[in-house]
């Protein structure tokens, strides 16, 4: 008996027939069960409607929206004194969020600038504080983090703001910063759920949904208590951390759809078996595509080693005239959206938590055939 294209995503294995291999950073590829069970309930969900025509503040529509909390308080084991916002705006949303919601006027922030993303957040800081760069790593054209003895804090600082994951860049910090009584505040838009998290040690989380959660839409802000409260005069109230909490996320009507979507992907994670499971999936992804990289002369990977993204790779071929050939070529099997950020050119595999070890497996076995007709 052949078992169904959901069986099969669930069981971990694929069947290429159905749907390609979706490489892109985002938005990017969903679990196929998540995205057949929408498509199941999309037009008839619970009473004969979709979940999209439906109030926010029925109780059919709270019951997702408590799940989906709970769900992911659960997969993220996070401590009380917490609150999780659903956001909008994107992560771009939070660049200002934060220091209106968590410094004052005239105050100073400190920054880790490791690339594309952070250099983001910082250009929009400067709108609102006074951005002090901890660390920058121009030096390596953004192919390393720094190390913790690297980093020039600053005591008085309203908070550190850094990007575990540069999804451009493919460098992912392999420490969580430690900042001692100034708040820790991570932009984890694609590295958020891929494994475990000690939540404890940050002050603020944001991720727009985009990349690892579901559709875009949601942002997803997780705030220590003791942070909310504080926005400066003006802050408008959609992007005040208290007023959101204490609105229960539903200040305003939020993005029901991108939330229902969103909890189902957080359940499909539980199914799995939470993120240990996931990390040891992702780990095991990314460590084939690197090896296949590095045991090649003709794939290069420009990232240090010892901070490696788990789920972005950039990689460039020796002979980049082939580009557009290689793009076709993986296109035609199967294997899409492999180029790179147009800011940088070359190509980059997103292997998100959809991302099936099939599918790394299928890319590596096309770049070592297209090596041997073209290397
Ligand atoms: C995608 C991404 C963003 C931008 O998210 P938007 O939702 O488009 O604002 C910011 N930071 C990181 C790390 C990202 O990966």
Known sequence: MEMAGRELAEAGSWDIGVRVFNFSAGPAMLPLPVLEQVRDELVEWQGGVSVMEVSHRGKDFLAVAERAEADLRELLAIPPGYRVLF????????????????????????????????????????????????????????????????????????????????????????YVPATGDVPLVADMSSTILSRPLDVARFGLIYACAQKNIGPSGVTIVIVREDLLGRA?????????????????????????????????????????????????????????????????????????????????????????????????????????????????????????????????AALVEFMRDFERRNG
């Open 232 to 360: 400066r005069p003006g802050t408008p109230s959609v992007f005040d951390y208290r007023a959101f909490a204490e609105a229960g996320s539903m200040l305003n009507t939020p993005p029901t759809f991108g939330w229902y979507v969103a909890g189902l992907v957080l359940q499909w994670l539980q199914r799995q078996g939470g993120l240990a499971v996931m990390a040891g999936r992702n780990r095991a992804k990314a460590e084939a595509l690197y090896s296949a990289i590095d045991a090649s002369r003709f794939y290069s990977n420009p990232v240090a080693r010892d901070c490696r993204s788990w789920m972005n790779v950039p990689f460039s071929l020796a002979r980049p005239e082939l580009e557009k050939a290689f793009l076709a070529e993986s296109s035609a099997a199967g294997l899409t959206h492999l180029s790179g950020h147009r800011s940088v050119g070359g190509m980059r595999a997103s292997i998100y938590n959809a991302m099936p070890a099939e599918g790394v």
């Open 87 to 174: 956001m909008q705006g994107g992560a771009t949303g939070q660049f200002s969020a934060v220091p209106l919601n968590l410094a004052h006027t005239g105050a100073s922030a400190d920054y880790i600038d490791t690339g594309h993303w952070s250099g983001r957040a910082i250009g929009e800081a400067r709108r609102f504080v006074t951005v002090h760069i901890a660390a920058d790593e121009a030096a390596t054209n953004y192919s390393t983090a720094p190390a913790q003895s690297a980093l020039n804090l600053t005591p008085d600082a309203a908070y550190v703001h850094y990007t575990p994951n540069e999804t451009i860049g493919g460098v992912e910090f392999p």
